[in-house]
């Protein structure tokens, strides 16, 4: 819906200069990933669109907050509306500061609330089920196995598995470790399982086999380049349908699944935390849970009064 109503907008706003230079200022600066500068492009194309041929310093919070509601009505989301807002929040912050905008109109402005379901994890069950059994010598079949055992291993995020080098030190089988650049271009390293480990040393022995010459991806496609995200996506959703799987399996299923077993089995938020790449551990909070049985446990070993003398 917002793109819809981004496509209404020219090329020639009055402020589409202005637009650009933050988006420059945001690629070279902050560093940001290319998927959250779409993000941040289409909002604020968005933004131009709504505003017609008005100037963006003459628009005020009342008439911002209309924008809000148009796009609400339009059937955007709570969350869709957040990140929107967050959009034309930094673009009217940086304006001030370099433009010498009066004011940032879209201070204090907040989106409409809406309920955020917790995301969908398999069960350890489940995952045994989807992982189980012996991989045949097939480059194809070690390669899938070898980044869905990865990504469950290590809470990997989809474009942090298709960036990875084969040859770069970032993974080393000898430590059990992968280091992975994720969102805001913060690096981290995390544990690799002993079964990942496995499967990733049977499949670099085979990846010679359809890889480009100098291809330096750890993970390549048919054609022996770097793998595109939508060929992981379509091979997960392809497994789960020969495994019998019911509920639909994707890339960010298995990262749940390992933060929600890890947690579970630990009730150790801040290293889930850290594993996962969250900046913020209320992120962290909304993305795992627990079951009231297991904080329960943590309560009654940790608080004073919890147990009877």
């Known amino acids: 819906m917002a793109r819809r109503v981004a496509e209404r907008a020219t090329a020639t706003h009055p402020d589409d200069e202005l637009v650009h230079a933050y988006l420059d200022a945001l690629t070279h600066q902050r560093r940001l990933s290319p998927a959250t500068l779409t993000v941040y492009r289409q909002s604020l194309e968005v933004l131009c669109a709504l505003a017609q041929d008005a100037r963006l310093e003459t628009l005020d919070t009342p008439r911002l907050r209309r924008f809000v509601g148009l796009l609400h009505a339009q059937g955007l989301s709570g969350r869709t509306l957040a990140k929107t807002l967050s959009a034309w929040r930094g673009l009217y912050h940086w304006a001030v500061r370099h433009r010498r905008f009066r004011v940032n109109p879209v201070q204090g402005l907040r989106s409409p609330k809406s309920p955020r379901p917790l995301p969908k994890a398999l069960s350890v069950e489940e995952t045994e089920q989807l992982l189980a059994g012996e991989v045949e010598d097939v480059p194809q079949l070690l390669r899938d196995r070898a980044m869905f055992e990865l990504m469950y291993s290590s809470g990997l995020r989809l474009a942090e598995l298709v960036a990875l080098d084969a040859s770069d030190g ?51 496609g048919a054609r022996g380049r770097r793998i595109a995200p939508r060929v992981v996506n379509a091979r997960l959703k392809a497994l789960a349908r020969r495994r019998g799987m019911r509920m639909p399996v994707h890339p960010h299923v298995l990262r749940h699944s390992f933060a929600s077993h890890v947690l579970q089995s630990s009730q150790d938020l801040r290293a889930v935390q850290e594993m996962l790449g969250h900046s913020s551990i209320s992120t962290t909070q909304v993305y795992t849970h627990l079951d009231f049985q297991a904080l329960a446990k943590v309560y009654d070993a940790a608080h004073p009064r919890a147990k009877r003398k």
């Open 170 to 220: 970032r993974l080393d089988l000898r430590q059990g470790e992968v280091t992975v650049t994720g969102k805001g271009s913060k690096t981290r390293t995390v544990p690799v399982g002993a079964r990942a480990r496995e499967v990733l040393r049977r499949w670099l022995e085979a990846r010679a086999q359809i890889a480009a010459v100098e291809e330096r991806a750890l993970f390549v």
